[in-house]
């Protein structure tokens, strides 16, 4: 009987230790059962049972995030914004075919003539030039900025083309393709696509946004013994141009102070800028450069800025906008003012998410507002407001004060009518085509033969002391080869078909002729301080005047009367699509 008691105690301890393993066996693949054992509430266990497997979920979905975040981004990109291909653009052929490499030519080639022994300099130009190929729609404003140079010394000439090595294109050159929201693909639904693209990669730690996003590829200025490349929403990047002519990066600059002027009442402020117009305005007699940043996010949405002829900051007042933010690419100075141009191409994403468009739109029920602000001002409390027509200025030749009446006189051009995203959709790579019967195009030169014309040039002589110098230029169909007159001045020989829209061709309806609106033309703008009026009237007529262009734009006069009276403007003329066919020198002295 013992032993048959022990054979039983030794089967009741084995039957106790797999139940031990039983239960321990249910504790790892039942995590609430030590919470039923513990005596929680049902409540909490059914919690725990629904928390832990989202934890964990969590918990994989952030060893994704972390290893694969990569893959993650690629997959949103091509399934939401690349999914097909891009349509054709002109502003990626032809004459505006990206420049593939960066090259350097230390010896060219003098073809006709002579370089003077005295003439010691860099022709230096920047624009729009993308280093990968964009995979979505793309703008003429997009594109990484290139510089070229051509250094001129000692009868020699070289060239040598450099890409601005912006923060944006050593973060896309790491990332192996287009990795920023670009201004082509903010077009309707899928331009919340590109900002969501931006702001996960940011997220995500794969883009910096902190050292901005601009590509410095507007325009050039050099103040205070700098060269700074601008782009109107980023920050200057400083340059440095080396003997071959080629153009380094330097950094991208900051524009702050400790103490300036500004802020409201005469306080200090020591806020800094973030944005920075791409035509800042450099004051011949003092040196100092006068700009402005807008801010399409938040106020103030308008603020002024003053850089000594040392480059230190010594001015920044915020000034309010009537109609909330808006796209300002220009001003103008005078001895007295600074002139804003507050045109009404707002701002207006909800727009550009409900419809097709941009999410800039051009408000033509609103007037053009133009704002006047004395150099001394402390704050923007005795800034002036004059309206006229709704209209369009992207770039102002000069202004000035006038001792006569007392009137601020600036000289712009204007159109009445402007859709950012014309510059979008231009397919023209070629200067004029002519129509066929069949209603086809096709390229023909003036003797019947189909050929290349060089869409930056058309017929024209150059003056060389009096004597014309016929250049190797293709004349377009219907244009008249223009001659400089015995004294000095010029004889335009446009036909009538081409001025009345016969081969020009205006591919954006810049000229507004679809609408029966106006070209781009050269305005005379008043406006009297004293009484509060303002008058607007077209001095240059393109269509008229300009060997059958439909517009003129991008004028200039001699820095050393910027801000002062000047009697000449020299402007660019275009008769296909964006493509210059030559200059005209306008002389404001001659009324009519």
């Not at 004060?401 to 959709?425: M, P, R």
């Not at 169909?477 to 205006?506: I, N, T, W």
């Not at 106006?518 to 008229?544: C, H, M, N, W, Y």
Request: hydrophobic letters at 35%; charged letters at 20%; proline letters at 6%.
């Amino acid at each position: 009987g013992g032993l048959r008691g022990l054979r039983a105690s030794g089967q009741g301890e084995g039957t106790a230790r797999e139940r031990e393993r039983e239960r321990r066996a249910r504790d790892a693949t039942d995590p609430t059962e030590d919470a039923m054992d513990s005596g929680l509430p049902d409540s909490a266990v059914v919690a725990l049972s629904v928390v832990l497997p989202l934890l964990a979920v969590c918990v994989t979905l952030v060893l994704v995030l972390v290893t694969r975040k990569r893959d993650l981004v690629d997959w949103f990109d091509f399934k939401f914004l690349y999914h097909d291909d891009p349509p054709p653009v002109g502003f990626l052929r032809g004459n505006f075919a990206p420049t593939p490499k960066e090259v350097t030519n230390p010896d060219l080639v003098v073809t006709r003539g002579e370089l003077p022994a005295s003439l010691d300099g860099c022709f230096l130009r920047n624009g729009p030039n993308p280093f990968f190929e964009p995979l979505g729609k793309y703008h003429w404003f997009d594109g990484d900025g290139m510089v070229h140079g051509v250094r001129i010394r000692g009868g020699r000439a070289s060239y040598a083309n450099r890409w601005i090595e912006t923060s944006r294109l050593i973060q896309e050159r790491r990332f192996g393709r287009p990795a920023f929201s670009k201004i082509g693909e903010l077009t309707g639904k899928a331009g919340l696509f590109a900002l969501a693209s931006q702001n996960l990669k940011k997220r995500l730690g794969l883009l910096d946004l902190g050292m901005g996003t601009g590509t410095a590829n507007t325009s050039l200025v050099f103040h205070h013994d700098r060269l700074l490349a601008l782009y109107e929403s980023d920050l200057p990047y400083a340059l440095k141009v080396m003997c071959s002519g080629a153009v380094e990066t330097i950094e991208r600059a900051t524009v702050e102070a400790a103490d300036i002027v500004g802020g409201g009442g005469g306080k200090k402020s020591g806020a800094g800028f973030e944005q920075f117009t791409a035509h800042p305005k450099i004051d011949p007699r003092t040196g100092e450069m006068h700009f402005f940043g807008y801010n399409l996010r938040q106020a103030p949405h308008l603020t002024y800025g003053v850089l000594d002829a040392g480059g230190s900051l010594v001015k920044s007042i915020p000034i309010d906008l009537p109609h909330g933010p808006a796209m300002m690419h220009d001003m103008a100075l005078t001895e007295t003012y600074a002139v804003f141009l507050y045109m009404p191409l707002y701002f207006r994403p909800k727009e550009m998410v409900q419809g097709s468009g941009f999410p800039f739109v051009f408000d033509a029920d609103l007037p053009s507002k133009f704002a006047l602000l004395r150099r001394d001002a402390e704050d923007a409390s005795g800034i002036q407001w004059f309206d006229l027509p709704a209209g369009m200025i992207f770039h102002a030749a000069n202004a000035w004060d006038s001792e006569e009446d007392g009137k601020v006189y600036l000289y712009a051009c204007s159109t009445s009518e402007y859709t950012l995203g014309d510059l979008i959709s231009s397919n023209s790579t070629r200067y004029p085509m002519a129509t066929e019967p069949s209603g086809s195009k096709s390229m023909m030169s003036a003797g019947g033969t189909a050929r290349f014309m060089p869409g930056a040039h058309g017929g024209m002589n150059m003056m060389e002391r009096g004597r014309g110098a016929p250049l190797d230029f293709a004349v377009p169909p219907g244009r008249h080869q223009r001659m400089m007159s015995e004294d000095g001045g010029s004889s335009v020989g446009a036909s009538s078909s081409f001025r009345d829209g016969g081969s020009s061709r205006d591919v954006l309806n810049l000229s507004g002729r679809d609408g029966g609106g106006s070209s781009t033309s050269l305005f005379e703008f008043t406006f009297d301080p004293k009484t509060g009026l303002a008058t607007q009237a077209k001095i240059v007529d393109p269509r008229l005047c300009c060997d059958g262009a439909y517009m003129v734009e991008f004028p200039i006069v001699h820095p050393k009367f910027l801000s002062r009276p000047n009697r000449y403007v020299y402007l660019a003329t275009f008769c296909d699509g964006m493509k210059t066919n030559g200059v005209v020198k306008c002389d404001l002295s001659v009324s009519g």
